[in-house]
C-alpha cells in the first residue's frame, strides 16, 4: 500500500467550497487563520456555480424589500461586477429580490477572493476519512488524484452541503424524508436563442397551464410548476424546472436516499439530464419566444436541496421561521419564506408574516457532538421546514463568514469554539460588513 501523502497541518480546515465554505475559508484568513479549503470539484463554488445563477437571500420579500445580508457577500457581487453585468430581479413573490450573474465568473471570483485572502486551495480531492478523538477531529484523509492523503487541523467546518464531514465522523445528523418528506433534486438548463421579449408576453399562469396540457399530450414533465429567468446573457434563459427524488422506499419499507446508494444517485443524474431534455422540448414546442431556441447547457451536477442536516447545540425550527424568532447569539438574518419543493407537481409556500426575519443562531453551527467542528450552508442544524427557508445561497454566505471568524479567533487564542466571548465575535463580523439586526 502507498504511503498516504501528508498535506500539513493548518488553523482551519473547511471541506467544501460551496458560498458557506467558500466564504469560512475567506472569513477565516481574513481573520489570520492559517486556511485550507477542500473541494472534490475541479472549480469553487459547489452549486452556486455548478448548477445555479441567482443569489436569494440578499433582500427580504414582500412590498418593502431591504437588504439583509452583508460583508463577503458584498465582495462576491462586486467581484462579479468587474467580470461583467449582475441583474437584480425584482420579485415580490417567491424568496424576493433575486441576484442573477454569470457562473462561469463567479468561479473565477470565488478563487481570486480566496487566494487574495492567503487561503491554501485544494481542488479534486474527495473527503474520505474522518480521524476523531472525544469529539476533537484530528485529521482528514482525501482521495485526491496523487493518491490518498492526509490533513491536520485544529478547527474543521463542515460545508459539505451533505453534511460528509459529519458522516464520515459519525456525529449525528438527520436524514432528509427521515421524519419530513425530503426535498427533491434538480438538473437545471439553459435555453440559447430565446425571443424573451415574446416569452415574457406568455405569463408565469400561462405557463403553468401549458405544462398541465403537455402532460395530457404525452410529455412528462413532473413538475408542472417549474420557472425560467433571464440571465445575464441576451436571448438566453436558465430554468428550475426538473424534479427527481431524492429519496426511495426500499423492499424493506425503509427509506433510501440518493447518498446512501452510488447507484441511485448515478441513475438520478441521467434521470436528471433525461428530464432537461424533455423540458426543453416542451418549451421549444410550446410555449411563445422557444421556437427557435436550443438546449446550450445542463447544470455540471445534479442540484440537492438537501441530504443530511447535522445536528447542533440548537436546531431551528418551522416555529422560529414562522414567528420572526430572534436569539442572543444570531450571526446573520433571513426573510426567505419555507419553500418545499416536495414530491408532488407544485411546490409549497408559508412566509414569515409582515416581512419579518428570522435570526440564525451561532448554536446552530456548532456540531452537537464535536468541540472543534462547525456546520454551515445547507447542512446545519434545522428541521426540514427551517432548513426550505434559510438555505439560500446570501444565508449560506452568512453562516460561513460567522462560523470562519469563530474557527479562525478560536485558533489564533488557543480556545474552544464554544468558548469565545460572542460579543468578540459579533465585533468581527460587524466590522466586516455582517447584518446582524434587522435594519430600520
Ligand atoms: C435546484 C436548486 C435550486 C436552488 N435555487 C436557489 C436559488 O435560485 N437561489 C438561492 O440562493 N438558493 C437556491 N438553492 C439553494 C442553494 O443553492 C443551496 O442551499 C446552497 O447553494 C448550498 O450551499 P452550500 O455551500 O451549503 O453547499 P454546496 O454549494 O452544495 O457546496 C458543497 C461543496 O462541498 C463539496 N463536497 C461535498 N462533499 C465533499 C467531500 N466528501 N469532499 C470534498 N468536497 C465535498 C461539493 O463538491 C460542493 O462544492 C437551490 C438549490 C437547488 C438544489
Known sequence: M????????????????????????????RSGARTLIIDRLPFIGGTSTGVLDTFYGFYTPGEVSRKIVGGIPDDVIAGLKKLGPVVERANTYGAGTGVTYNPEHLKVVWERLLVDA?????????????????????????ATRSGLATVSGKNFIDASGDADLAYFANFSYERAGEISPAQTMT???RMINVDVKKRKS????????????????????PRREGSDHITTVDNTMATV?????????????????VLDNPFFLSESEINGREQALEYARFLIDRVPGYENSALYGLSTFLGIRESRRVYGDYRVTREDVLTAQHFDDQIALCGAPIEDHHSGTGTNWAYIPNSGVVGIPLRALQVKDSINTLVV???FSATHDAHASIRSMAQCMAMGTAAGTVAAIASKNFKEIRGIDFNDIKKVLKTGGAILEMPN
Open 187 to 189: 438538473t437545471t438548463f
Open 2 to 29: 502507498a504511503a498516504r501523502i501528508d498535506l500539513g497541518d493548518f488553523d482551519v480546515v473547511v471541506v467544501g467550497s460551496g458560498s458557506a465554505g467558500s466564504s469560512a475559508a475567506i472569513a477565516a484568513s
Open 202 to 221: 406568455f405569463t408565469k399562469d400561462q405557463l403553468h397551464a401549458a405544462m398541465e396540457q403537455a402532460v395530457l399530450d404525452g410529455y412528462q414533465l
Open 118 to 142: 492567503g487561503v491554501k486551495v485544494l481542488l479534486h480531492s474527495l473527503l474520505q476519512e474522518v480521524t476523531v478523538s472525544d469529539g476533537r477531529v484530528l485529521s482528514l484523509t482525501l
Open 377 to 379: 450552508g445547507r447542512c
Open 241 to 257: 424546472m426538473t424534479r427527481v427524488d431524492s429519496v426511495r422506499a426500499t423492499t424493506n419499507s425503509e427509506i433510501e436516499s
